[in-house]
């Protein structure tokens, strides 16, 4: 599975970005699409995952409420929609993509990973 990450880039606090992650390879119809991000000097930190079938998602408790993550099977497309941001919003944000049907919120847990794009939230 290969994914390629795009959307990040310059906002002001209080705006909206939406991430897109296109996903190709076998068996992507069987995974769990995840959004992770990381901060310089921190650990990966859990977002949000959603079932390729859309009908489970899961949220970190810093975004529950602000973003929202959606799925167009038809363009194996994961969308990250961002809104309310924050500075402390400011990370890379990375897709990753679990083989299997089951959700997870821990790095170790994905298969495949994302380039990454930045995202950065002005105050």
Do not use: H
């Not at 959004?35 to 859990?46: A, L, M, S, T």
């Not at 959603?50 to 970190?60: E, H, K, L, Q, V």
């Not at 167009?72 to 990370?91: C, F, G, H, I, R």
């Amino acid at each position: 599975v290969q994914l390629q990450a795009s959307g990040g880039g310059l906002v002001q606090a209080g705006g909206s970005l939406r991430l897109s992650c296109a996903a190709s390879g076998r068996s992507i119809i069987t995974s769990v699409m995840g959004w992770f991000r990381q901060v310089p000097g921190k650990e990966r930190e859990f977002v949000a995952c959603i079932s390729w079938s859309a009908d489970r998602t899961y949220y970190g408790d810093s975004v529950k409420g602000r973003f929202t993550v959606s799925m167009a099977n038809a363009k194996n497309t994961v969308y990250l929609q961002m809104s309310s941001l924050k500075p402390e919003d400011t990370a890379v944000y990375y897709c990753a993509a679990r083989n299997t049907i089951l959700v997870a919120t821990t790095p170790g847990s994905y298969d495949y990973w994302g380039q990454g794009t930045q995202v950065t939230v002005s105050s």
